[in-house]
């Protein structure tokens, strides 16, 4: 597989107030976010030439830096505007919006009383999460050795960069064994999320999702229940242990990336794509398109 690096695309960043050319949008390594894991970011989408909830998105960056103690340079209103400004210099359509938050190299050492935060945005293309074939007839998930920890253990309702060296252990760990994601569970051994979208189950005609009490509270997730609820669908927020997970008729994952996709296994029970899923799935590429 050719991988062209990230930082070698073509285009413009948005950083710190001004647009620089991709290519030329560093930071020096001795900065605080890359060492102590300050820093938080957002995943949104864009179809049809308009970014999907970018509202919510902004403001859960602005509310992501505040749980983390970052003092952010601009408001919500600002980080919108940059983000749509940004987007517009792309001229892309369809594109996968990356607006991120940072400590800086004011300061070196645990407290960061003293750091600036930085801002850059970025765009890029970007299809789908998963590859068409999984996309189509739905993905499978290893139920990972690792736990969410709880919310007074680690800052888990900030999208904080430093959670996902989390998010990549799972995922390497399914990788590896052949799986396209991991099925990650709580600190109490409650179902939680996959590495990086929310889990649903479909019981009996009613669509479960676990309590985001420890996990983020996906803008997608808020979403299809929504959506949910508009289609008649009876929606409830609940515990849901392992064993349960494994009696479902049907189970899918959301996520800006991952968008609705279907769950055909968990390690080595299956499941059919089902009547719901397809629903919401369609019902979710309208509604972003709309
Ligand atoms: C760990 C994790 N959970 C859930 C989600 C879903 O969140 P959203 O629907 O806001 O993209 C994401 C993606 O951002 C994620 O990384």
Redesign the pocket.
Known sequence: MTLVPFDQLDGFIWYDGAFVPWKDAKLHVISHGLHYGGCVF??ERAYNGKIFKLR??SQ?LVDSAHILDMEMPYTTEQIMQYTQETFEKSGFQYAYVRPLAWRGPEQMGISALHTKTHVAIACWEWATYFTSEAWEKGISLKTSKWRKPAANTAPTAS?AAG??ML?TLTKHEAERAGFHDALVLDYRGYVA??????LFMVKNGVLNTPIADC?????????VIEMAKGMGIKVEEKVIMPDELLTADEIFV?????EITAVSKIDTTTFNVGPISRALKDAYHDFVRA
């Open positions: 957002e995943g919510e998105h859960r999208k959670l996902y998010g999320e996959s590495s990086g979208a929310n996990f983020l509270n996906g803008i997608t997730r808020q979403t959301t996520g800006t990336a991952a």
